[in-house]
């Protein structure tokens, strides 16, 4: 079974998505947007080490191979570790329109058993905007572009601004990424290109 609920239909006043001027280039690495988070953070261990590459538009692609630590059944992927490699590339997405957001509503399909070691190749693409809400899709093909298809999700993404995190997230982590300049200059970027 596929298909979103009306929760992730955008409402009639949406209008299409409209890349940032200063969104990376096609083809460009994003980066991790930090380094301890468990999508695609270089400082975790057990993280899924994710990399996302812009694509044209308001679309990008991804990577993320499936290591022992992700397993649910033996040799499986877990099914959460798949719809958070799904959450963090669609939440890539948001660099492409130069916003800061999060997670609302995410609606996953699991199509195929995706076994350890698969590198599941995702597209994720931002259909509609409305006000503060973003609506995007993305997939994960088994293996590359061309692979069978093996999860799909519809997702509504809601703008936040930096207070939102400075507000709600763990003082020892908020002080952290505050003492670091280039995480510092990377969020203020977001800030003041609206
Ligand atoms: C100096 C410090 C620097 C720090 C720098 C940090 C930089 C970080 C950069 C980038 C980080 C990105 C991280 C990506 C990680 C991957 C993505 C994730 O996993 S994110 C985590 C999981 N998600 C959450 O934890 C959200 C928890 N939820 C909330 O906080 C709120 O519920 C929130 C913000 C989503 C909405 O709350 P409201 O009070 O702001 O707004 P309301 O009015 O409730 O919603 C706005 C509109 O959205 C709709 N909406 C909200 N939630 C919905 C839902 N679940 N389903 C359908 N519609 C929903 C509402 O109906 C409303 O629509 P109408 O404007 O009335 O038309």
Same mark, same amino acid.
């Given at each position: 079974m596929s298909g979103s609920s009306a929760a992730l239909q955008p409402p009639a006043d949406a209008v299409k998505p409209v890349r940032?001027?200063?969104?990376?280039?096609?083809?460009?690495?994003?980066?991790?947007h930090y380094e301890h988070c468990?999508?695609?953070?270089?400082?975790?261990?057990?993280?899924?080490?994710?990399?996302?590459?812009?694509? @044209?538009g308001v679309s990008l692609t991804a990577e993320f191979t499936v290591q022992p630590a992700h397993q649910g059944a033996p040799g499986l992927a877990h099914g959460g570790v798949l719809a958070t490699a799904l959450d963090e590339t669609l939440g890539s997405l948001n660099w492409l329109l130069r916003t800061i957001a999060v997670t609302g509503r995410l609606e996953t399909d699991f199509l195929r058993p995706v076994p350890v070691g698969t590198t599941l190749y995702l597209e994720a693409e931002v259909t509609a905007v409305a006000g503060r809400k973003i609506y995007c899709t993305a997939t994960g093909r088994l293996g590359g572009p061309g692979g069978p298809l093996a999860v799909r999700a519809d997702a509504l993404f809601v703008e936040v601004k930096v207070d939102h995190f400075v507000d709600h997230g763990?003082? @020892?982590?908020?002080q952290a990424v505050m003492n670091d300049p280039d995480q510092i200059r990377r969020t203020r970027a977001f800030e003041v290109n609206p």
């Open positions: 940032h001027p200063d969104a990376p280039a096609p083809g460009e690495l994003l980066g991790a468990f999508g695609c953070g270089p400082g975790q261990p057990h993280g899924l080490h994710l990399e996302a590459r812009a694509g @044209e763990r003082q @020892e982590e908020i």
